[in-house]
């Protein structure tokens, strides 16, 4: 289940880079990466204030651009991979007094994106950055923090009415 959908992506969030064929995929994607940020406590507490319900909404949509995102970095990696297993290197710089060459495996290998797409501790990090941004200090809609790690104890308002 996501919890945001393509209409939101595109009249709220304003998305324009993920397409009609592949939204929802990316957006129930984003919405497992952020399932395991919040432990779950979205699957049984959705934020019931508004407001805080859009910034969740928010936050699965700019998830499911970085996942996108990293994921175009992986293709573009694996496209250079010739068969025996080497790279095949674009030059990325050239001088002509006393001859330099560079090369780079990926046009864009400072990006975000591409050390995500190489190392699974910067692709949490980087989701989780993305949550932050748009989530820290979110409850939901039992009081607990979002983001909070530590253990909870208490009892589920929809389990046991006052």
């Given at each position: 289940m996501a919890y945001a959908d393509r209409n939101?992506?595109?009249?709220e969030y304003y998305g324009d880079i993920l397409t009609k064929q592949n939204t929802e995929k990316w957006l129930s994607l984003a919405?497992?990466?952020?399932?395991?940020?919040?432990?779950?406590?979205?699957?049984?507490a959705f934020p019931e204030i508004e407001s805080h319900a859009e910034k969740?909404?928010?936050?699965?949509?700019?998830?499911?651009?970085?996942?996108?995102?990293?994921?175009?970095?992986r293709k573009a990696v694996s496209a250079q991979k010739a068969?025996?297993?080497?790279?095949?290197?674009?030059?990325?710089s050239v001088s002509s007094g006393r001859e330099s060459i560079s090369y780079s495996r990926s046009n864009?290998?400072?990006?975000v994106y591409s050390a995500a797409a190489s190392n699974t501790a910067e692709q949490r990090k980087l989701i989780r950055s993305i949550a932050e941004k748009y989530?820290?200090?979110i409850p939901d809609a039992d009081g607990i923090?979002?983001?909070?790690?530590?253990?909870?104890?208490?009892?589920?308002?929809?389990?046991?009415?006052?």
């Open positions: 939101f992506y595109i009249s919405s497992d990466e952020l399932d395991a940020l919040t432990f779950g406590r979205l699957t049984f969740v909404k928010k936050a699965v949509c700019a998830i499911a651009e970085a996942l996108f995102n990293i994921d175009v970095q068969e025996d297993g080497t790279y095949r290197l674009a030059v990325s864009s290998s400072d990006s989530i820290s200090n923090n979002l983001l909070y790690a530590g253990e909870v104890r208490y009892v589920r308002k929809r389990d046991h009415p006052v």
